[in-house]
Structure formats: structure tokens, C-alpha cells
């Protein structure tokens, strides 16, 4: 027990890192350290040098011989460690029972307490070697305090005694407390020693030496001046710059599979980053989007790695990926652009495009320069996921599904195409500027792809038109290989915008694909070019009034998306012509055609 007046005997129990240097700075104090607990050979070790002839008892020895119990043992054992020396009598009423648990307050010494014993919870805002260079450490150092009000000023007392500042913390604000202390401290040695690794990684030496006095400024910055301090990609809203961290991060993840968890702390964080610049509004909302998009759990490239090694079609989301990849290929590649929202009409132009070439890439790029000002840009079904699991069911290499900072890292480009007279009518007079948007996206497409074949869809059939006409004035290499359209088994052409009507308008639209169809009846039977359009028109005469609003119905060359009337004013037919239709179905605009041929004895009129 205690040899000089106000100084008590002192047992420890658990004597670990935190124990052995409390209790040893307790005892350079003056008070006596009667007796520690501890198991292991390390424990037995620490206690001999930090606390020499201190003896080693077991743990209700301790608490029996001692003022003030100091419990340092790990938090998921202290509840059952207390409840257990409550039931076996070792309390006593006035002890002081003290535990360093930052994440409790007093309550779980409850036992000790209907003991009579008095509960203190102290927890060093430290983190401790188990050394004597610890001891050090407590001088000044931020002690969490939690008791009952009337014995505060004995836990504060003891804290100041050992050098530390007091903090007092209500029992419910204990776990907030020290999961900010968590996050803050352990949390940070994961992240240097990640960065440490990349450093190693991309061949730098001494990444420790590298890393010091940035990450010394910065934490001293953060601690000072909090999130204003903060530099770097995301404060600046560079999007490409973040693509092109997490293109290179998952380079270094493919060649050393130990680095897997890199890139999803560095999206983690960068998301949270993003969130609080804009917070403080030091980035715009446009510029907090676009790096969102790049931060989308796809772009996540363990993600990509793992769809990688499980099933052969490999997401991603950056142009340098996409190169990456395009590059370790030498055999012919297809590719498949759509808007995503992917149904049979699209997985039809992957299953032609994988019969005709020995790699398939998938695009997915809602591309705002084909939008119209009011046109459905923000509510295009969006379904990425979704899409991914069908296209890994098709047997697709690559899907490209780039945010909108990748395919225009500088806002609308300003060097575009143009689709010239072709695309001003039908489409192109309905939807102005339509085409001259998606051909700038498919030429940029097949740049980026590099693909020896591209597949389009006959349902966008001045799309496919342009399309070739573009490739052809271009000179761009590439052959252009159109699939059919697909139906719904009533006749509806398959479109991700069908997905907008409801029921009514579902069954109001059937109205386009029986017009062209009846269109094409009549010329198989061998009508004149008029009573073709007269048959398909009579057709959409019939539609519900109410709901379907059509556009234009016209007979037109399939390669200049001119009206056959204009072509030939005698009426005289041709031997293949295209009936096209578009309507507004509720707020649904649909297109739909066919082709129509004559009979041989017909073309020869
Ligand atoms: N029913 C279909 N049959 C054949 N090809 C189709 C069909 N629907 C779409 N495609 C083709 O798929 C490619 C991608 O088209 P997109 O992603 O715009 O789909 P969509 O269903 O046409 O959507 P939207 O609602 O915008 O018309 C285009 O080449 C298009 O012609
Ligand atoms: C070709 C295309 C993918 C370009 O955005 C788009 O117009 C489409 O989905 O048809
Ligand atoms: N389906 C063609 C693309 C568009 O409508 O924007």
C-alpha cells in the first residue's frame, strides 16, 4: 500500500503498451505501483523495464492490494473483466477503478461501481510504443475524462498528475470521440503507408524522405486551417487528372494484386473530398459532377480488375484504359455504340458484331452534343449495371463507358462535324444540331477504338446513313455493318425510349411498325410510290388522336435520306426505297421504318 501520505498504491491490470507507461509515470510521481497482471512474455518484458521490481500477480491479486486500479486492458474484454472481479468480491468501496478504454465512458465499470467503488475512464489522446520514450509523450497530452460530476475532479487530478491535460467528455459523446481519433490517426498511417507503397511501386527509393515534408505541411495545414487548406486535382475540379490517378492506379493493381486496396481508398477518399470542396464552395456543382462521374464505382479499377479476372468483359471508364487495352490487342475489334439502357435490339448488334470479329467493345455514352435544349437528356434511362451483366452474358471484351469529362474534358469541343443537308431533314428538322452531335461522338468513338467494324441499328436509319456518309467523306477506317431492326413480338420497334410510355401510349405506338408495315405490303404488291405512302397513311389515320402526334411519314432513298418524290415527281417507282415515320407518343418521341422493295417487273416500269 501507499508509504507516504496522499500517495497511493497503485495495481495495474493488463500491464500492455498504455498500462506499463501510465502506471510507470504514476509511479515517478510517487505513488507505489503494487502489483501488475499480465500474461504474455512481451507483457512480463515491458513490465521489467518500465516498471523494475514491480511484481507480477494475477489479476485479483491486484485489484485486492491496490487504492487505484488501473484497467489497461482491450476494450472488448473490459466489460466482462470488471463484471467478472464484481462477482468474485475484488472491489472495494472507495477504490478507484480506472480504465483507458477511449471508446467507453464509465458504464461499463457499473459493476465496480455497485461494488462502491469509484469509476473514472481517462483515455490518452496518444498512441503509444509500450518504450520509456513514451513517457515523454505525456506532457501536455490530451486526456478524455468521463466520471460521475462529484469524483471529476479526481479523474482530472490524475490526469494532471501525469502530466496530461484534462478533457472532460460526456459518457454518450465516448464513442464519436474515439471513432474521430480512430479515423484520424489510424486511418492516416494507412494512408501514408499506401502512398508509400505507390511511391515504391513507380520505383522511387526512399518514399518515406519523399513523402516528409509535404505530408508533414499538409497535416499541419489540415489541423490549422482545416479544408481550406487543401490542394491538389480535386480542389481544382480536374477531372482528368483524377481519370488519368485511377487509369494508373489500376495499372499498378494488375501488376501487383497486393495493391487492390489503393484504389478504392483513393476513390473513397476523393469522393469525400469532392463533397467537401463543393461544401465550400470552391468547386461548382458542373465541375463536382464531372469528378463524381469519374469516381463512379465502375471507374473503381479493383472493381475492374475483378470483373477482369472473373469473366472476360472488362469495364472501363477512362480513355487511357481504353487505349491501354485497345493496344494489347492485334486482332480485328467490332465495336457496338449505344446510349446505354441496353434491350435485344442492341444485344442483336453485339451477337453480329461477335460473329464478325474476335473482340467486341461495347460503348456506353449518353452524349449530351445529340440532345436538343428540352430534349430528354437528364431523364435517358440510365442502367449501368444492368447493362455491364447483359453485355458478360454476351461474351463482350470491353464495355467503354466513359463519364462526360472523359469524352469532352473541356466542355462542348469546339472542333465538331457536321452533317451537312442529310442531316436537316426528317430527324435532323425536328431535332436540330441531333446528328451533327452524334457524329462528332462516333467519329470520336472510332478514333478511340481504333475498331476494324462498327454495327449499327437499321431502326435509326439516317443515323446509319449519316454514319456511312461520314466515313466515306472522312476517309476514316473503318467498314460499317448495319443489323436489322428487332422487334417487339406485336411489331414495336425495340428503342430504350420505349421505356416511357405507359400502358395507353404502349398501345397507342403500335401504330408506327403497322404503318410501315402496311406501306411495305404495298409495295411487294406492286403499288405505285404514292399509294404506298397512301397505304402506310391510312394506317396512322387510325391512330388515338390523343396520344400520338406524328412528325413526318416519307418514302426516301436509304443512302441520301432524300424523298423519293422530290428524286423522281413522275411518281415512278424505284426498286428499294425506305418508308420512315417518327411521332411524338405522349412526350415519347419514336421512329420506325422499312424497307420497301418493289417486284422486279415493277422496278422496270
Ligand atoms: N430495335 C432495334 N433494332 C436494331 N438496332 C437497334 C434497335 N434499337 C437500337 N438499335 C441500335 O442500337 C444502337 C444504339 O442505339 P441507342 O442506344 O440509341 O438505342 P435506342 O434503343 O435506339 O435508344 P433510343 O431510345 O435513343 O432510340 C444504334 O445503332 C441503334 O440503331
Ligand atoms: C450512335 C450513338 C451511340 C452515338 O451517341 C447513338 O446515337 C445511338 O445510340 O444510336
Ligand atoms: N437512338 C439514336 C440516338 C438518339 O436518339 O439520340
Redesign the pocket.
Known amino acids: 500500500m501507499s508509504s507516504r501520505p496522499g500517495r497511493l498504491g497503485v495495481g495495474i491490470v493488463g500491464a500492455g503498451r498504455v498500462g506499463a507507461v501510465l502506471a510507470s509515470a504514476l509511479r515517478a510521481t510517487g505513488h507505489a505501483v503494487v502489483g501488475a497482471s499480465g500474461a504474455s512474455e512481451e507483457t512480463r518484458e515491458r513490465i521489467e523495464v518500465l516498471l523494475p521490481n514491480v511484481p507480477v500477480l494475477d489479476v485479483r491479486d491486484v485489484v485486492e492490494r491496490s487504492e487505484l486500479v488501473l484497467l489497461t486492458v482491450p476494450d472488448d474484454v473490459l466489460g466482462d473483466l470488471v463484471a467478472g472481479l464484481a462477482r468474485l468480491g475484488a472491489f472495494q468501496p472507495g477504490q478507484l477503478v480506472v480504465h483507458t478504454a477511449g471508446r467507453y465512458g464509465v458504464g461499463v465499470l457499473a459493476p465496480a461501481r455497485a461494488c462502491g467503488a469509484i469509476p473514472l475512464a481517462i483515455h490518452p489522446a496518444m498512441t503509444f510504443t509500450g518504450t520509456s520514450v513514451d513517457l515523454s509523450r505525456l506532457d501536455g497530452l490530451p486526456f478524455a475524462v468521463t466520471a460521475d460530476p462529484p469524483v471529476l475532479p479526481i479523474a482530472q487530478a490524475l490526469v494532471v498528475e501525469l502530466g496530461g491535460e484534462p478533457i472532460v467528455l460526456p459518457e454518450e459523446a465516448r464513442a464519436l470521440y474515439h471513432a474521430a481519433l480512430a479515423h484520424g490517426a489510424n486511418h492516416l498511417v494507412t494512408l501514408t503507408s499506401q502512398a508509400m507503397r505507390v511511391l515504391t511501386a513507380a520505383g522511387v527509393s526512399d518514399a518515406g524522405r519523399l513523402l516528409t515534408p509535404l505530408l508533414s505541411a499538409a497535416l499541419d495545414g489540415a489541423l490549422r486551417g482545416g479544408e481550406v487548406t487543401l490542394t491538389g486535382p480535386v480542389a481544382r475540379g480536374d477531372s482528368g487528372t483524377v481519370a488519368e490517378h485511377l487509369a494508373a492506379l489500376a495499372g499498378i493493381v494488375a501488376a501487383d494484386p497486393t495493391l487492390v486496396d489503393v484504389p478504392e481508398t483513393y476513390v473513397a477518399l476523393a469522393r469525400a473530398t469532392v463533397q467537401r470542396t463543393l461544401a465550400g464552395r470552391r468547386i461548382s456543382e458542373p465541375a463536382a459532377t464531372r469528378l463524381l462521374d469519374v469516381l463512379d464505382p465502375v471507374t473503381d479499377p479493383a472493381t475492374d480488375h475483378e470483373v477482369e479476372g472473373g469473366s472476360g468483359t472488362e469495364v472501363v471508364r477512362t480513355v487511357a484504359q481504353l487505349r491501354q487495352r485497345r493496344e494489347s490487342w492485334n486482332q480485328p475489334v467490332a465495336v457496338v ?3 446505354g439502357a441496353l434491350h435485344e435490339g442492341h444485344l442483336e448488334l453485339v451477337r453480329v458484331a461477335r460473329t464478325l470479329a474476335p473482340r467486341v467493345i461495347v ?1 456506353i ?3 449530351p452534343l ?1 440532345f436538343g435544349a428540352g430534349e430528354d437528356l437528364d431523364a435517358y434511362p440510365r442502367t449501368l449495371d444492368a447493362d455491364v451483366e447483359v453485355l458478360r452474358q454476351e461474351g463482350v471484351d470491353l464495355v467503354f463507358a466513359p463519364p462526360e469529362s472523359e469524352m469532352y474534358p473541356d466542355g462542348a469541343p469546339q472542333v465538331t462535324m457536321t452533317a451537312g443537308h442529310m442531316g436537316e431533314v426528317l430527324e435532323g428538322a425536328d431535332r436540330p444540331g441531333h446528328f451533327d ?2 457524329l462528332t ?2 467519329g470520336k ?1 472510332l478514333h478511340l477504338t481504333r475498331a476494324d467494324i462498327a454495327m ?2 437499321q431502326k ?1 436509319a439516317q ?1 446509319l446513313a449519316l ?1 456511312r456518309r461520314m466515313v466515306s467523306d472522312q476517309n476514316i477506317p473503318v467498314r460499317i455493318e448495319a443489323v436489322p431492326i428487332v422487334r417487339e413480338p406485336d411489331g414495336l420497334a425495340m428503342s ?1 425510349r420505349n421505356a416511357y410510355l405507359d400502358e395507353a401510349e404502349r398501345a397507342a405506338a403500335l401504330v408506327l411498325s403497322r404503318a410501315v408495315a402496311a406501306g411495305a405490303q404495298a409495295a411487294a404488291d406492286g403499288s405505285t410510290v404514292d399509294d404506298v405512302l397512301a397505304a402506310a397513311q391510312r394506317i396512322l389515320d387510325e391512330r388515338d388522336r390523343d396520344l400520338v402526334r406524328p412528325s413526318y411519314l416519307e418514302l426516301v432513298d436509304e443512302h441520301t435520306m432524300t424523298a423519293w418524290g422530290e428524286r423522281h415527281p413522275d411518281g415512278r417507282s424505284p426498286s428499294r426505297a425506305l418508308l420512315v415515320v417518327a411521332a411524338r407518343v405522349g412526350a415519347t418521341r419514336l421512329i420506325d421504318n422499312a424497307v420497301v422493295s418493289w417486284p422486279l417487273q415493277e422496278e422496270a416500269r
Open positions: 455504340m449505344t446510349m460503348t455514352f449518353v452524349n445529340q452531335g452524334m461522338v462516333v468513338l449499327f441499328g435509326d443515323q454514319v430504350s
